[in-house]
C-alpha cells in the first residue's frame, strides 16, 4: 500500500510539471506570435510586449527547473523517469532560448523601425519562415505531452524546409545590398531576425529528440536521418 501511494505521488509531481512546461511552451508560441505581427506591422509597441514576457519566460524556467531538481533528490527516480525528468529539464531550457529568439526579434524590429529603413525590403518573406518555425515548435510540444515517436521524426524532417527558407532568404538580401547599399543596416537586422527564426526550428528539433530519447532510450542527436527513421520501425 506505502508504495503505491508513493507510486501515485510521483505521478502527480510529473503530471504537475509536465503541466508547467506546456504552459512555458504556450507562453513561448504567444511571444513568437507577436514577434512575427511586430515584424509584419513594424509595430514598436507589440515589439516591447515580447520583451515584457521575456521575464516571465525566464522565471518560469527557473521554477520548473527547481520543481524538477527537488523531485530528483526526494524521489531518486531511475530508468525512464529519470530520462523523463531530464527531458522536461532539457525541454525548459529550449523553450526559453527561443523566447529569446523571439526577443531578438522584438529588438531587431525595433532597431529597424529606429533607423526609418526602407519599407521596401523583403520582410514579409521572413513570415512563411516564421509559420514554418512557430508550427514546428507547436508540433513538438504536441509529440512532448503525447510521447508521440513517429509525430517527433517527422519533426526531424521539416527542420530541413526551415533551413531551406533561410538559405534563399540570405541570398535575396545579398542582393537588395549589392543593388543599394542603403540597406545593408536593416538588410543585417533582418538577416539576424531570419537566423533567429532558423534557431527556433532548431529548439523545436532538440525537443523532438527528447521524445524519442525519453521513449527510445536513444540519443540520436548524431544519427543520420534515415537511420533514425528505420531504427524507429523496428
Do not use: C, W
Not at 87 to 100: F, P, Q
Amino acid at each position: 500500500m506505502p508504495d503505491k501511494h508513493l507510486s501515485s505521488q510521483f505521478d502527480a509531481d510529473l503530471n504537475n510539471i509536465s503541466s508547467h512546461v506546456m504552459a512555458l511552451g504556450g507562453l513561448v508560441e504567444s511571444q513568437i506570435r507577436q514577434a512575427v505581427y511586430a515584424l509584419s506591422q513594424f509595430s514598436t509597441e507589440v515589439a516591447d510586449d515580447v520583451l515584457v514576457a521575456e521575464v516571465k519566460v525566464n522565471s518560469a524556467e527557473v521554477e520548473i527547473d527547481r520543481e524538477i531538481a527537488s523531485i530528483i533528490g526526494r524521489r531518486q527516480p531511475t530508468a525512464r523517469d529519470l530520462r523523463l525528468l531530464m527531458a522536461m529539464s532539457k525541454t525548459t531550457a529550449n523553450l526559453e532560448r527561443v523566447g529569446d529568439e523571439a526577443a531578438k526579434i522584438a529588438r531587431m524590429v525595433k532597431s529597424i523601425v529606429g533607423s526609418s529603413a526602407p519599407r521596401s525590403l523583403p520582410s514579409g518573406d521572413l513570415r512563411l519562415s516564421a509559420e514554418l518555425a512557430s508550427g514546428l515548435l507547436r508540433k513538438a510540444l504536441d509529440s512532448f505531452a503525447r510521447l508521440d515517436v513517429p509525430m517527433a521524426v517527422s519533426i526531424l524532417r521539416e527542420d530541413n524546409d526551415i533551413d531551406q527558407e533561410f538559405d534563399g532568404f540570405v541570398r535575396k538580401l545579398i542582393t537588395y545590398m549589392m543593388e543599394d547599399p542603403r540597406t545593408i543596416s536593416a538588410s543585417l537586422d533582418l538577416l539576424f531576425i531570419a537566423k533567429a527564426i532558423e534557431r527556433i526550428g532548431d529548439h523545436a528539433k532538440n525537443i523532438a529528440e527528447f521524445v524519442i530519447y525519453i521513449v527510445k532510450g536513444e540519443d540520436v542527436r548524431h544519427t543520420p536521418l534515415a537511420d533514425v527513421e528505420s531504427s524507429m520501425g523496428q
